[in-house]
């Protein structure tokens, strides 16, 4: 009974710090969100302007020149038992020189949006770590929800139950031994 109240005590202390620490996250989530947000509509205006300015097919022209390989490695790290992603990659903002294309064929409005987009991609994968975490932290919250729960209000009752109908049981056994005791000592006199 005491290791169901302990166990059922722990449990909450988890529920609660897995929740406040689901809160901290999500706050960091609509800043990272926000500021993503922000740099692609930076990255789109100057990209228009770009097309304007240099016509379509020379920006496609220019975006082509400028792909790279992407690496990107995802380990695991742990919040209270809870496994979440560390997206681990290097900077993608590049100088406008490492891009591939010729600067004075382009315009400045192309290097300004490259840099806005690489600038978002950056956070695009900021905010997928953020997200996975935010995730595993509510799939977690919500089991040890269901465990507290089931412990308060299934467990914990039951033993209960038990306990009463045992010491109940205990106490019969008592009082029928007290009465056989006495017929016993009744009868021997």
Avoid: C, W
């Avoid at 710090?17 to 509509?41: G, N, P, Q, S």
């Amino acid at each position: 009974m005491k290791l169901a109240e302990r166990g059922h005590e722990l449990l909450e202390e988890k529920r609660d710090a897995l929740i406040t620490e689901f809160f901290d996250v999500l706050d960091r989530l609509e800043d990272i969100r926000e500021k993503m947000e922000e740099r692609l509509k930076e990255a789109f205006k100057d990209l228009i302007e770009a097309m304007a300015v240099m016509g379509t097919p020379d920006v496609r022209k220019s975006a082509n020149a400028a792909t790279r390989d992407i690496e990107v490695d995802v380990d695991m790290r742990s919040i209270m038992g809870v496994g979440v992603p560390v997206i681990e990659f290097e900077d993608f903002e590049r100088k406008a020189t490492e891009r591939g294309y010729s600067l004075h064929q382009t315009s400045s409005k192309l290097d300004e949006a490259s840099k806005e987009f690489e600038t978002a991609l950056n956070t695009v994968l900021e905010l997928a770590e953020v997200e996975s975490t935010v995730k595993s932290l509510a799939k977690e919250i919500e089991k040890t929800k269901r465990r507290v729960n089931s412990l308060e209000h299934v467990l914990i009752p039951r033993l209960e139950e038990a306990k009463e109908y045992i010491e109940f049981r205990l106490a019969e056994m008592e009082r029928e031994d007290f009465f056989r005791l006495k017929r016993i000592k009744a009868k021997m006199r």
